[in-house]
């Protein structure tokens, strides 16, 4: 494996995976300014897919399917990542098209596609699960971008225009850091030159972040949403965490994957499913991105246990907080967590991905063997420490239910 430097200045890592028989491409062009609409930078990366100055839609289509190439963009939090597959012999066929769909998007389809994306918000609206999500994060991430649901997209997205769209790409396309990853059986030589055939004319710039900055949670909130025809409660709790720079990064998986994200053998699964019933699926997530992250656990229960089902939130919380877990306990979480991040490099594009989306945030393509050892090296203490520093905050919790069981749970008047 090795870094190449563009003459564009964008970098690229490469690396000879011998005798597999498609070569995987993911790259990365950051977004540093708030969106003027929600929704842009979402509908910039479905429209990408919908025609260039030399291309239809249909002609895209077309030359993807009969050069079996992959293509996928995705909006994330803080960029754009394009994921490009195709067959070894193909990968100069799959280089102008990527160019070209980079350099050449018209955006001229964004009306239809404004209205394709409206209607899956609404019917992803028809999920209670969805709505108490969206929730959570609007309260979460008051005020900033991360925070930003499919309602306000669907309030705002037939406001967006063409020069919205164009101003806001043109933004990401000469004015954002980019990175790029390719991983295949490939000729290191050969690569270099289509890489700087079809990409050098791209622009790279390492502009400073000018988004809004994560707010604090001064207080602690909680946000109900009534809806009358939930059979379940949905039920989010969350905190502010760091971000992937922190130190306590590999303490903080060890500490999601005892609470509830190493499915059965986890304590929220097996005190609030297994011994009290309460749900089917009960379980934490950690989500870092660059400017900040957040710790939220969740369960999905019968109404009538929504303050159960906090009680029983708030009891695992502080029992991680003040009691030291055991040598068992800790070596089985980190035998989990290292398990499961083996299967994040599988394949030539899942390990393109990640090496790509480390080398754009700065820790170096190493970073996840660097994190596999420092996750072997965290104490217990550690785990007791990280908790008390982050659980001890303001949290914030969304609560989904009909308005009779959210009376009852004392969470409205």
């Known amino acids: 494996m090795e870094k190449y430097i563009l003459k564009n200045g964008i970098e690229a890592i490469i690396k ?18 708030d ?37 996928c963009i995705e909006k994330k939090a803080d960029y754009l990542r394009i994921k490009l597959q195709c067959l070894n012999e193909d990968i100069e066929k799959a280089l102008e098209i990527l160019e070209d769909i980079i350099q050449n998007s018209t955006f001229e389809a964004y009306k239809k596609e404004a209205e394709k994306i409206k209607g899956e918000f609404l019917s992803d609206l028809d999920s209670a699960k969805i709505i ?50 390719i991983i295949g059986d490939i000729d290191e030589t050969k690569i270099k ?38 059979n379940q409660a949905q039920i989010f709790q969350g905190w502010l965490f760091p971000s992937i720079y922190s130190e306590e990064y590999a303490s903080i998986i060890l500490l999601n994957t ?41 369960i ?19 029992k991680i907080m003040t009691e030291i877990i055991s040598n068992e306990e800790l070596e089985n979480a980190k035998n989990n967590a290292i398990g499961k991040r ?22 170096g393509y190493t970073f996840e063997e660097e994190l596999i050892e420092k996750i072997k090296k965290i104490t217990a203490e550690e785990i007791m420490q990280t908790a008390k520093k982050y659980f001890d905050k303001p949290a914030v919790i969304s609560v ?13 008047c």
């Open 16 to 33: 000879r995976n011998k005798n597999t028989p498609r070569i995987a491409l993911a790259m990365y062009m950051g977004i540093n300014k």
């Open 35 to 71: 969106e003027t609409k929600s929704g842009i930078y979402y509908i910039i990366s479905q429209l990408m897919y919908q025609g260039t100055k030399t291309k239809t839609a249909e002609e895209i289509a077309v030359y993807l399917d009969e050069n079996a190439i992959d293509l």
């Open 132 to 181: 108490a999500q969206d929730d959570y994060y609007r309260h979460i991430f008051q005020n900033h971008s991360y925070g930003t649901g499919r309602q306000e997209i669907i309030n705002e997205i037939n406001l967006i225009t063409k020069e919205d769209i164009i101003n806001s790409y043109n933004e990401v396309k000469d004015n954002s850091k980019k990175n790029i990853c």
């Open 193 to 230: 030159q289509l890489l700087d055939k079809h990409l050098s004319d791209l622009k790279n710039a390492k502009t400073k972040d000018e988004r809004k900055k994560i707010i604090p949670i001064e207080n602690k909130t909680i946000s109900t949403v009534e809806k009358e025809d939930a």
């Open 258 to 298: 005892i609470l509830g994200s190493s499915g059965l053998s986890s304590r929220l699964f097996l005190e609030l499913r297994e011994k009290q019933g309460l749900a089917y699926t009960v379980r934490s997530v950690y989500e870092p991105c660059m400017q900040g992250g957040h710790f939220f656990v969740y």
């Open 300 to 318: 999905g229960t019968e109404p009538k246990n929504i303050k159960t089902s906090i009680i029983g939130f708030d009891k695992e919380i502080n």
């Open 342 to 363: 083996q299967f994040y490099q599988e394949t030539n594009m899942s390990e393109a991905v990640l090496k790509g989306y480390y080398e754009f945030l700065g820790l």
């Open 400 to 412: 989904l239910a009909p308005k009779k069981y959210l009376t009852e749970s004392a969470l409205i």
